[in-house]
């Protein structure tokens, strides 16, 4: 008599688990992002500015086809991002400087259609230059930009660029780690002559 109930109630359990949905749909969450620490190294003194720049980047050279010379990507691997650095001799020449300045401001500007807010700074930097350094917040396609010259000879700007469609607020930590490298370029900034 008890091997029949067992059996009975073993078979109740199963004809009653199977009418569950075992597919149930996952709760929402974040990604864990892992963030190495901070670890510079000097730029190679091949160029006509030198500074430091993380060691889990990698310098390459610009690929568009409009590069010059000494355009280069910091490019980040683990996160598929990169610091895209624009050089431009200015030559002593007031009108060259005007123009690079004014490209500047009308490349960040034209974000104005995503963004919703733009915070820019201006930076005095060890080496006595000053910098713009510009955040930008909104679905934009770059989330820092900064210029910084030294009015007679040297104009650098750069760039934060994702190669990803993951929306920036889940790109804060890692926005904010690479503001931090951004920011330390232009701490450790120096022009070669």
């Not at 009308?106 to 080496?127: F, G, R, W």
């Not at 350094?133 to 770059?142: I, K, M, R």
């Not at 920036?168 to 780690?177: E, F, G, K, Q």
Request: glycine share 2%; with cysteine.
């Amino acid at each position: 008599m008890t091997i029949r109930i067992s059996i009975l109630f073993l078979i109740s359990i199963l004809v009653l688990s199977c009418g569950q949905n075992p597919y149930l749909p996952k709760p929402k969450g974040y990604n864990r992002i892992d963030l190495p620490a901070h670890e510079y190294t000097a730029l190679a003194d091949s160029f006509p500015y030198q500074f430091e720049y993380s060691k889990h980047a990698r310098i390459l050279k610009d690929s568009s086809w409009i590069t010059e010379r000494y355009w280069i990507d910091i490019f980040y691997p683990a996160m598929d991002a990169n610091i895209q650095l624009t050089y431009k001799p200015i030559k002593n020449k007031a009108e060259l400087m005007q123009e690079y300045f004014s490209d500047s401001y009308k490349l960040t500007s034209q974000h104005n259609v995503k963004a919703y807010a733009i915070d820019e700074k201006v930076l005095e930097l060890p080496n006595g230059d000053f910098a713009s350094f510009t955040e930008l917040e909104g679905e934009v396609p770059t989330q820092l930009q900064f210029h910084v010259s030294d009015s007679t000879a040297h104009f650098l700007r750069g760039a934060l660029y994702f190669k990803t469609a993951t929306k920036n607020d889940s790109l804060a930590p890692v926005i904010r780690y690479l503001k931090e490298d951004a920011l330390h370029l232009l701490e450790t900034l120096e022009w070669n002559d």
